[in-house]
């Protein structure tokens, strides 16, 4: 069973970055869509950040330009760079997998029914 754990969260002041790393205890090829999502208080789970099976990336317009997702397959470790850190950027970032087979990074962002997710890493942002 494909288990995620998350790490990186803290508390920054806005402007600052934070870098989120994902481990998988299974294999993720290129089949796989990994994603970040966020979930604020009172405030729906939202995709931020998501990499297809062509290894193309997707990221939410609320941080465009500002985050940068990546993956590193030798280590089965899916990372979030999170730079210009905002107050509004404060969440519960949770890492989340599936094998799909073929997937475009933009499905990979929007889709919500995940098999996989960890247990969440919480970032703050104060102002």
């Known amino acids: 069973v494909q288990q995620l754990v998350e790490s990186g969260g803290g508390s920054v002041q806005a402007g600052g970055s934070l870098r989120l790393s994902c481990a998988a205890s299974e294999f993720t090829d290129h089949l796989w869509c990994m994603a970040w999502f966020r979930q604020a208080p009172g405030k729906e789970r939202e995709g931020v950040a998501a990499i297809g099976s062509d290894g193309s990336s997707s990221v939410a317009d609320s941080v465009k330009g500002r985050f940068t997702i990546s993956k590193d397959t030798a280590k089965n470790t899916l990372y979030l760079q999170m730079d210009s850190l905002e107050p509004d950027d404060s969440a519960m970032y949770y890492c989340?997998?599936?094998?799909?087979?073929?997937?475009?990074?933009?499905?990979?962002?929007?889709?919500?029914?995940?098999?996989?997710w960890g247990q969440g890493t919480q970032v703050t942002v104060s102002s």
């Open positions: 989340a997998a599936d094998r799909f087979g073929w997937a475009t990074s933009q499905h990979c962002l929007t889709y919500k029914g995940y098999d996989y």
